[in-house]
């Protein structure tokens, strides 16, 4: 079974511009998570998928952060404009229906100069 | 909302020695807690989780235990070994969302 998806791993901006992440998530899972990790601390999160449907976006800071979930498969996760306190690690999961287990990609490492 | 405490935030042990990671969480209607391992620039990865109406469960030299009435649960590692050194995060999750509430993680340190 092939496992969570990101792209692209590593990304190093200026603050000010935007950036985009892509995960496509295991197949058949129906909720997808968007995770922002700062180093030395725990994943938080950002936003929450069931299927198509945005299920919490409660600690997305929507004034410069947005997310899509294509058809219910793929996601992105855009940041415009970035601030170098968005240097963290991006973290998508994915997980079936119901409290299960959610599988993580590898991650994007973003920077922000 | 809910909250998940762990401690302690690190934890340094002898190769072959037992380590304990507890967490504490306010909601009682919290009814899945997984625990997650992190190496150091790698993605977390479940190693065991329990789900509330189980009090304990037992994977090889890891268990973890639930007590629904005083809402902890904690990570037992056994037999410890160097592989094991790594950041440990437990988690919450209830409701219809089952979104994970997660601790502020433990960092295990083996030494040889």
């Known amino acids: 079974e092939a496992g969570v998806a990101q792209s692209p791993r590593y990304k190093i901006i200026e603050k000010r511009q935007s950036v985009a992440f892509w995960c496509n998530p295991i197949?058949?899972?129906?909720?997808l998570y968007w995770y922002q990790q700062i180093l030395g601390q725990g994943p938080k999160l950002l936003i929450q998928?069931?299927?198509?449907?945005?299920?919490?976006d409660s600690q997305l800071p929507k004034d410069r952060f947005s997310a899509e979930r294509l058809k219910g498969v793929d996601s992105t996760l855009k940041i415009q404009p970035a601030k170098l306190e968005d240097s963290a690690v991006y973290l998508c999961?994915?997980?079936?229906?119901?409290?299960?287990?959610?599988?993580f990609g590898p991650g994007t490492r973003l920077t922000v100069l | 909302g809910e909250n998940v405490e762990q401690h302690p935030s690190t934890l340094s042990v002898q190769e072959g020695d037992s380590a304990v990671i507890k967490c504490t969480y306010s909601d009682s209607a919290s009814n899945y807690f997984p625990w997650y391992k992190q190496e150091l620039g790698k993605r977390p990865q479940l190693i065991i989780d329990i789900r509330s109406n189980v009090g304990e469960k037992k994977d090889q030299r890891i268990a973890v235990t639930l007590n629904k009435t005083a809402k902890h649960f904690s990570l037992h590692i056994t037999e410890t070994q160097p592989e094991d050194s790594a950041v440990y995060f437990c988690a919450a999750s209830k409701g219809s969302n089952y979104q994970l509430i997660w601790g502020a993680g433990t960092k295990l340190i083996i030494k040889p």
């Open positions: 998928f069931q299927n198509n449907g945005v299920v919490d």
């Open positions: 999961a994915s997980s079936p229906l119901g409290p299960d287990t959610q599988y």
């Open positions: 197949s058949g899972h129906a909720t």
